[in-house]
């Protein structure tokens, strides 16, 4: 999914609450139980000095996610740290109010915290269960203005009122923004124009220290 993480651990497995009509996971794997805590996740090696992903099979910050299980999670990275060779984790998540929850947890200081702005518009019949786009800026904002590392990506990038999108995506203090489209081509989703993309990275790229461009832009004319 993103070309600086060296590989995915999901300790919490299942089907995501959020159902999004485009979720990779559910053309993955469309018979998925309920979500489950798999303890023999925590007999992985997880190295030394590696970035890892952790969760990048269904948002185990939902809020059908005991918080027991999410700490058994953090517990279990704190300790497996090196002292010499961190490990860097990425947490990502739509429902990024829930990272404050554990923003106090001593494994924070090594966790670059994202979350998914598809557009600053709502789609319901799209984003089904996810939280409204606001409420994970307001919560982004909180944890960029504690001097926490952040990120945004915008995959599938849908639709959207471009000054509006800029600002949200600033207010969330990225220091990395993906962009990337649609990877599903059996689901339709309302897309922005080739000129609508490259202006906005041409405006966040003004701003932000990283723009991505993800090797999925098929069809956009954009670097």
Known sequence: MYKFVHYTWNPIKGRCLHNCSYCYMKQINPNASQPRLAEYEFYTDLGKGNSIFIGSSTDMFADNIPSEWITQVLDFCHKKQDPERHNTFLLQSKNPRRFLEFINHPLMQHVVFATTIESNRFYPE?????????????????IANQGFRTMVTAEPLMQFDHTDMVSIIKRCQPRLVAIGRNTRRDIILPEPTNEEVQLLVHELRKCIPKVHIKDNHNGWDVK
């Open 126 to 142: 799209i984003m089904n269960k996810a939280p409204k786009i606001e409420e994970r800026v307001e919560a982004m904002e909180k």
